[in-house]
């Protein structure tokens, strides 16, 4: 996807429509969708081109966004007045867990969240153009 502010919303509705296909409850569907926008956001702002993001359904729901910048997200509390640095926390609070992996190929990251979704068939959906 292209390093740009309107990628997260393109990667935003991507997510939905992924879900929506896959019948992932709206409340899991909503929740998805923020953690996009603050993962998505995030690896445009910090990271380095080019922004990817992939979503498994696989018993869990796990998000990953991948940019080529090893330089590695701080989970903080933004104070009031900040305008940044809460994407990694919203993240982590909104998911189960969360984690960042480095890829030696490029030199970047990926940056996961998972969260539990009910038993239901395993799928893989991966769109290097923003769209889960």
Do not use: C, F, I, N
């Given at each position: 996807m292209e390093s740009r502010p309107e990628a997260?919303?393109?990667a935003r509705a991507g997510a939905r429509r992924q879900l929506g296909t896959w019948g992932v409850h709206d409340e899991t569907t909503?929740?998805?969708?923020l953690i996009v926008s603050e993962l998505v956001t995030n690896a445009i702002r910090y990271g380095?081109?080019?922004v990817q993001l992939r979503l498994i359904?696989?018993?869990r729901l796990t998000c990953e966004v991948h940019d080529n910048s090893a330089s590695s997200p701080h989970l903080r509390?933004?104070?009031t007045a900040d305008e940044g640095g809460r994407g990694p926390f919203i993240s982590g609070q909104l998911s189960e867990d969360w984690g960042v992996r480095y890829?030696?190929?490029t030199g970047g990251?990926?940056?996961?969240?998972?969260?539990?979704?009910?038993e239901q068939t395993p799928a893989i959906v991966t769109d290097h153009h923003g769209a889960a």
């Open positions: 997260v919303g393109q909503y929740t998805t969708e380095a081109p080019p359904k696989d018993g509390h933004a104070r890829t030696s190929d990251k990926t940056v996961s969240t998972e969260q539990v979704l009910p």
